[in-house]
């Protein structure tokens, strides 16, 4: 019986390695790039001295003239409409899975009977199973161009919703088109006009088989502080002191659903906005506009919960609205920070919790 030491082992093995790596490297270096992949393609490594091979070999150039045949078609990987075994994490429902702001020209029906062409930034979205992996959200957009061209109304949107829903077989569903929606607004006294942008968003939702309808608008306007306003006058009066209060620019997210009916215009709710608290920013401006402006916001100072409670009176006057919110932020002109409301009314809009960036979103630039 013959008995090897470890070290005579080790030898042996490092000797017959470097014998087999030379002999790997003498049948390589007359092997193809092809002969080489299909051994093992890091073999090609062991040459220092040629180019790594480019195996397979692709071409370089886009072929303009290739056409898609329906066998080619079928071939093709579709890894995002695979089995519920690829799924990745937790198998839960996702509410809401789809795409945000795919931009498009929009035609809108105005209340004076015209249409309007307006850029319009559109987020659709389904509910996905918890067995789906996951949906083509190219469909989405798909869907929506259906019916593009036309004049968009809610009964439009229902449709492109129900397109969708059903290519992308699910139960829930949203559609949102945002867009800046112009109103010409005259001056307070000098007679002059000009155009008022208003940021308006149309939203379409399908839950539980029900169907809503609703509108968002940014109604921007100044808010001057009552309290503020008496401290001023207390100090003219009592000392003749010059003082004057403290105003800022403002924003009211009003939410609203809306019912079967009549109509609700866009201009409806602006100008439900506007009655509600008519210190709206202004557009165009000379000297007597300004101090009506002065005079107007004298005549009507208001605490930002006074302004939620101001929208909330002329929403629910009207029938053709059903649940609504009011969020309300004055940009504090005194205070470094600001001073903010949310009033809900019906379950719709009800929230527990809030989104932690939601009052950031209501800054308005100009």
């Known amino acids: 019986m013959n008995i090897h030491s470890p070290e005579t ?7 017959e390695a470097k014998r ?9 270096s007359k092997a193809t790039p092809t002969e080489i992949a299909e051994l093992d393609p890091a073999i090609a490594r062991l040459l220092p001295d040629q180019p790594l091979a480019n195996y397979p070999d692709l071409s370089r150039e886009y072929p303009s003239d290739f056409e898609i045949t329906p066998e080619y078609h079928a071939s093709l990987p579709d890894l995002q409409n695979g089995p519920s075994s690829l799924i990745r994490g937790e198998k839960q429902l996702i509410q809401h899975v789809g795409i945000s702001n795919f931009r498009l020209p929009i035609k809108f029906h105005i209340r004076e009977g015209d249409d309007i062409t307006l850029q319009t930034s559109v987020t659709g979205t389904v509910s996905l199973d918890a067995e789906k992996k996951g949906i ?7 869907s929506f161009y259906r019916h593009a061209e036309k ?15 059903t290519d992308l077989e699910s139960l829930d569903a949203r559609l949102q088109m ?14 002059l006009s000009g155009y008022q942008y208003y940021d308006i968003a149309l939203e379409k939702v399908q839950q539980n088989g029900v169907l809503h309808k609703i509108i968002h608008l940014d109604f921007v306007y100044s808010s001057t502080c009552p309290c503020s306003l008496e401290l001023s006058e207390h100090a003219r009066q009592s000392r003749g002191q010059l003082a004057t209060p403290h105003s800022q620019r403002s924003v009211a997210r009003i939410s609203v659903e809306v019912v079967e009916g009549d109509c609700l215009w866009f201009e409806d709710l602006i100008e439900m906005a506007r009655a509600a608290v008519p210190t709206e920013t202004q557009v165009m401006v000379k000297r007597e506009d300004e101090q009506a402006f002065a005079e107007l916001n004298a005549a009507n100072p208001i605490f930002v919960e006074d302004a939620a409670r101001l929208f909330c009176e002329q929403l629910k ?3 053709r609205i059903g649940d609504f919110r009011v969020i309300a932020s004055h940009q504090e002109s005194l205070h470094s920070h600001d001073a903010v409301s949310v009033l809900t009314d019906g379950p719709l809009f009800a929230s527990t919790s809030l989104d932690p960036k939601l009052f950031n979103t209501l800054f308005h630039v100009g």
């Open 20 to 28: 087999a790596l030379a002999a790997l490297r003498a049948w390589a």
């Open 317 to 319: 006057a009207d029938p």
């Open 151 to 165: 004049t968009f109304s809610f009964e439009v949107m229902e449709a492109a919703l129900a397109d969708y829903v």
């Open 9 to 15: 082992s080790e030898i042996n093995d490092r000797l």
């Open 136 to 142: 083509n959200m190219s469909r989405i957009m798909r």
């Open 178 to 191: 945002r867009f800046s929606y112009p109103m010409r607004i005259d001056s307070l006294r000098s007679g």
